[in-house]
C-alpha cells in the first residue's frame, strides 16, 4: 500500500503546539473554528492527528519562497 503523505507532492503537514496555535489566533485575531477545516480522514494527515487539532500546512510557493496555511481537524 502506498502512504500518500510521504509523496513528494504532498506538503509537510505537522500538528501546531497549542502555544504556538495561541500566537497564531492571537496574530489574525480569529478563533480556532475560523480556520479552515480538513477531515481527520484525509490521508495526508500525520498519524497523530486528532479531531481539534490545528494542522500547519507548508507548501511551495510560486511568489514567495514557502506559504504556510493553518487547518482545523474536524470529524
Not at 5 to 11: G, W
Request: proline share 5%; glycine share 2%; net charge negative.
Amino acid at each position: 500500500m502506498v502512504d500518500v503523505s510521504q509523496h513528494e507532492l504532498v506538503p509537510e503537514h505537522s500538528v501546531l503546539e497549542e502555544d504556538t496555535l495561541e500566537e497564531v489566533l492571537e496574530e489574525y485575531n480569529i478563533d480556532r473554528t475560523d480556520l479552515p477545516k480538513i477531515q481527520r480522514k484525509d490521508p495526508a494527515l500525520p498519524d497523530e492527528a486528532e479531531i481539534g487539532d490545528v494542522i500547519k500546512i507548508v507548501r511551495d510557493s510560486r511568489t514567495t519562497e514557502q506559504a504556510v496555511i493553518y487547518r482545523l481537524v474536524v470529524e
